[in-house]
């Protein structure tokens, strides 16, 4: 089984006082730094995405310029490439990322496997070329890119589960419904104790317990 983590758009703008910041997202980059910490060998390999928009247009309607941002269709200006607010949060331990995606460059994004890494390379492609088959997802937000991200990760034939207590929501209601609608497409809503107890059972057994007694 080749493993992999999703860590989705854990960015200064999605977290507390960024320009659409979600209530949890700091608590989130700092789990999610402390997993990778607590298994280090965990994932074969650990991709990152970024929402990553262009800051001269609206991005095709996904910023709000007109009206006020509906916070379902229109957002406000949020993760403008190479601004602070577009930035991984400082909390998030970024040594152990080995893919970083960047999606939404002029268009709406919410998926990460709309994006590619800076040589073109799409999620899908790396997927297959890695053999990974089991995705563990965490990040923001729970009810918009996680949502996304998880069902394109289903639609590539992958197992997924989505980590609930490394992720983050716009909306309580809205959250509540991503994961039962997740649950509903196959994908399994855990929390990062799982993670735990799967890496404890791909250890090699201690030698000590077959050690025969004197
Ligand atoms: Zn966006």
């Known amino acids: 089984m080749t493993r992999a983590l999703f860590i989705i758009d854990v960015q200064n703008d999605f977290t507390e006082g960024g320009a659409l910041g979600v209530d949890g997202g700091a608590a989130v980059a700092a789990g999610v730094s402390s997993l990778l910490e607590r298994h280090p060998e965990a994932y074969d390999v650990v991709f990152a995405s970024r929402d990553w928009h262009d800051g001269a247009n609206d991005n095709c309607g996904h910023f709000a310029t007109d009206a006020a941002p509906d916070f379902v269709d229109t957002w406000p200006a949020h993760c403008v490439s190479g601004t602070s607010g577009a930035d991984y949060h400082p909390d998030l331990v ?92 196959g994908v399994e809503i855990t929390a990062s104790d799982a993670a735990d107890a799967a890496d404890a059972a791909d250890a090699v057994p201690d030698d000590s317990a077959s050690t025969p007694a004197d």
């Open 94 to 185: 970024t040594d152990g990322i080995d893919v970083h995606i960047r999606k939404g460059q002029g268009v709406p994004a919410y998926s990460i496997f709309e994006g590619t890494t800076e040589d073109g390379e799409t999620v899908a492609e790396l997927l297959t070329a890695r053999g990974v088959t089991t995705i563990d997802i965490v990040g923001i937000a729970t009810d918009y890119c996680v949502r996304a991200s998880a069902l394109d990760a289903v639609e590539h034939g992958q197992h997924v589960r989505v980590l609930t207590d490394l992720v983050a929501g716009v909306a309580a209601e809205s959250s509540a419904a991503a994961l039962a609608e997740l649950a509903h497409a």
